[in-house]
């Protein structure tokens, strides 16, 4: 039985492959069409469906749509307030929304957001770019696959509890909005998941740190990343404020009021303006009082399941000070976050739930339980490019490469002597984190290396770039480290280690980590264990490996022309190094 399942309504298009259980491929959208987050979260840009991630993971699997048993799509519009969505139902859909009267808590351009959701199994059938279409012909419309809307905070859910290594866990997923859910609390216990209680619009801890976002200056939807990185620089010196915004209430529920905030803070930061120490504070303050929100829930579901183990998911779960914080300081033993946690995740989610709901039903039927037969031990789920194909790309492109003996020692021998890589082998990420399939890779040991790619990667000078660090050394070097595949917890670094890795070190003497395992990505664990041999550092920088405002890159011209376009001094892909300094003699 294959699942499909799409992200598409707001952004970070996705999709992903299910087979009886296993997953067989995910991918983002963004790493095809060079649209980062793949689109904008705008009502007019939901018809768009991740037409090539689809196909990504249908090639994966070497079958076409026609193959697919069913389709799960991550929204119900069935759950949307105040819409009508039987068979029939007629909306009035304003000609010009940007003009029309807006009720309370609603927008004029609902219809057609909603319009769009309802059409998307048609959309799907006959809306392929003409470059896919043979992929997705064929289809029986008829007794074709069949169509699923998932409810979007239920594929975050799944997307954490089907994906984590725990039999049973408590589930926490925060993100801006789904339907009208922007917060869910539950459990998942002897195979069954129930959901305990939920907060809805306008409450939402995602859509308060968009706004300050986008009063920071910054992209909202987007850049919320760069405020978590500001709030370091900063004191919580206007929490009293975000607290009269943000108000815990107990049962796992929390308000937030229209933060007003411009009266509170005044005019809004202009992009690329300078930044001042109220900048650093208030994202400090935000900060400060999402924490405590969020470990306030924590403790709520940790006393309402009894349940040891925490999963998280939705988009504030990309958090990872906030998430380390409730590891600090909350009640749980682990916490496993899904590292698709934004909404390219629920592709993932809406698959994984329609699968093993379906498994579920059949298992009853005959008087037994559905398995799990999956967990996510890496995030290298998205395509691969073999090296014939690697090879004939450099050759058609008349760049001068050659062949690596070993790969490992060569590249660990060029990091040593401080030069900055791109390192492309294997499968893409799924999630927004680099994770040593498509990174630009450095070493630690120069303390001006966080300015030198941060000069490379043109972008601020406030953003930490984060050490890879080799699983089983990970706590000899970073303070209570464990295992940490995704980047998404920080660790403070051993104070008798941090001369040694000034530059993975954050202003707060932190450092998001990612721990590898062999069995992760063999290739990359080597590289790391070739470097420590060189230098006694089983560290490496690993920042993702794309230009400004750019997504990371995902094919082998993806990844020449970021190298070309940017001050890499050497790109390793698949077994080929390509280097500047040779191309130019
Ligand atoms: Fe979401």
Redesign the pocket.
Known sequence: MYTLGINAV?HDSAAALVHDGVVIAAAEDERFTHVKHAKRPVPFSTWQLPFDAIDACLREAGITLADVDHVAYSYDPALFPDMPTRPGATIALPLDPSRARIEANASPWDPLFLSYIVNAKAQLLDGAPHHLRKRFAGVDRENGFVWHNVE??LA?EASAFLASPFDACAVLTM????EGVTTSLGEFRDGKYKRITQVELPHSL?LLYEAVTGWLGFLHSSDEYKVMALASFGEPAYADQFREIVQYNGNGHYTVADPHLVDRFGVPRERGGPLEQRHFDIAASLQCVLEETVLEMARWLHTRTGLPKLCMA??VALNCVMNSYVRDNGPFDDIWVQPAA??AG?ALGAALWTDYRLRSEAAQAAGERAERRWQMDHAYLGPAFDDETIEQFLRWSKTSYRRLDNIAEEAAQLLADGHVIGWYQGRTEFGPRALGARSILASPVDPGMQAKLNEIKDREDFRPVAPVVLEERAAQWFVGARRAPFMLFIFDVQPGKAERIPAVRHVDGTARIQTVNRDQHPLYYDLIAAFERRTGVPVLVNTSFNTRGEPMVNSPRDALESFWTSPLDALVIGPFLVRKSEARA
């Open positions: 707001y979007h905070h975050h993100d801006g909005r789904g995602g939705g988009g934004g909404d629920t």
